[in-house]
């Protein structure tokens, strides 16, 4: 269709073109073929999903039977950065900044396509047990959330190895927020998964006890100077109704709904003083506003209401014979590894840069740009602007009201970005938005 990134037939050609990558060939030039076409992947499944169109790149997918495939990708990525990335990291910040940023942000781009994909049921079926290792991955990630801590925001001053750092750290705390959908997705479908999946969740992970303290702690909220910000659509925007549920937090509440009200879960679900305790603690947040917005809720506060009055120490009905089934991917990955050799195979074969690298990379960045262009706000009160600065066509305002308002700060750049406007050809400097009239004089 019109505006697809890629077309069904190039869709088929790069699906079946995915293949497990072997760790030493990490940013390899084969590697590279893959993460590009994970990325137009990605973004067709996110442009389809969002358009509610046929979503063809999920039936390719399935058929061609690469969830598994991504789940190798995904857990590859994540032992790259823990074993290797801190033996070559001087050579990876000697990169160009988009190059550098691509060997990090592949983790976080492998979950983003799996998070869209999980949500159907087809595809959590097709992965199989290999969701034990899926369910290990979120896990590490939901526990890294839970202690995360923001930083002021990246400055000029930093060097390239610090912006790595900032940027990891940033890509974690992203990660962390995509693993709540993709556990909640998980639970979605659990009458078709394996017991080994199901016991993961609720034994090995134990996810009750992370996502509670998650419910405490929100992550996705924070205060700066300008007030509260929340984390929404992988974009930090102003928080304007605190009494709205945030997608992220309905996220946890129907994960655990799903999990607590399935009869089968709860029977294998040994219920310890702690475990209880640690559920007990959500009925402070199940207020009337909440269970407005997510009426289910109101079922789940029931239940919560009579485990309080339970006797603690309802076992499990799992039998003790039972073998349980561990994640084993990442081990396997690193089984029989010398991370010095591949650090340096690495460096001296890939972490270079030649000037078809960088052009493919520049390519590989314009296509799907409009997808990741956000919609203007206001640089006043943050809410969708229409209307521009018509002096320097740069900063966006809803009204003029709050451009008045936001003038006292805005007219000390105003002047120098619009010397850059000038500078440029008409057709360049003329855009098709509106603009709110020229208050230079008057203020």
């Not at 823990?82 to 900044?97: F, G, I, K, R």
């Not at 002021?152 to 927020?177: A, D, P």
């Not at 199940?286 to 289910?296: A, F, H, K, R, S």
């Amino acid at each position: 269709m019109e505006g697809d990134v890629i077309t069904h037939f190039e869709a088929d050609h790069l699906v079946q073109s995915l293949q497990e990558i072997d760790i030493k060939q990490y940013a390899s030039s084969a590697w590279d073929r893959q993460h590009e076409a994970i990325y137009k992947l990605n973004l067709q499944s996110h442009r389809n999903a969002r358009a509610r169109e046929d979503e063809f790149v999920l039936d390719l997918i399935v058929t061609w039977d690469k969830v598994k495939v991504l789940i190798h990708d995904l857990i590859t990525s994540q032992v790259w950065k823990q074993n290797v990335l801190p033996l070559v990291q001087e050579a990876v910040c000697s990169l160009n900044s988009a190059r550098s940023y691509m060997l990090v942000y592949h983790e976080a781009m492998v979950s983003n396509f799996l998070e869209v994909l999980l949500y159907h049921r087809t595809a959590c079926e097709e992965a199989g047990d290999l969701l034990v290792d899926l369910l290990g991955w979120t896990y590490s990630k939901l526990v890294s959330l839970n202690s995360f801590e923001h930083e002021e925001t990246l400055t000029s001053e930093l060097s390239r190895s610090e912006e790595l750092q900032y940027q990891l750290k940033e890509l974690e705390f992203g990660m962390g927020i995509s693993c709540l959908s993709i556990v909640r997705f998980i639970t979605d479908h659990l009458e078709g998964l394996t017991l080994a999946v199901v016991q993961q969740l609720i034994e090995q992970c134990d996810i009750f006890c992370v996502l509670v303290p998650l419910m405490e702690t929100k992550p996705w909220v924070k205060d700066t100077k300008n007030g509260k910000l929340i984390y929404e659509n992988q974009q930090w925007l102003k928080l304007r109704d605190s009494a709205k549920v945030p997608k992220v937090e309905a996220q946890i509440w129907l994960t655990v709904y799903n999990l607590f009200m399935n009869q089968d879960v709860r029977s294998k679900y040994e219920l310890t003083s702690y475990r209880k305790n640690n559920l007990l603690r959500l009925r402070k947040f199940l207020n009337e506003t909440v269970i407005d917005q997510i009426p289910v809720l109101g079922n789940l506060l029931r239940a919560l209401e009579e485990m309080s009055i339970m006797n603690e120490g309802s076992t499990s009905k799992i039998s003790a014979f039972l073998i349980q089934q561990m994640p084993e991917l990442a081990n396997n990955i690193c089984l029989n590894r010398n991370w010095q050799e591949i650090a340096e195979h690495q460096r001296q074969n890939y972490l270079v840069e030649t000037e078809e690298s960088r052009k493919r990379m520049m390519d590989l960045l314009m296509t799907g740009l409009d997808d990741m262009l956000e919609d203007p706000t206001c640089a006043n009160c943050g809410v969708p602007a229409t209307n521009r600065c018509s002096k320097c066509h740069s900063e966006w305002y809803c009204s003029r009201k709050c451009q008045v308002e936001a003038w006292k700060k805005h007219k000390q750049i105003c002047a120098v970005l619009a010397e850059q406007v000038t500078k440029k050809q008409p057709s360049e400097a003329t855009q098709s938005k509106p603009k709110i009239e020229d208050i230079t004089d008057s203020k």
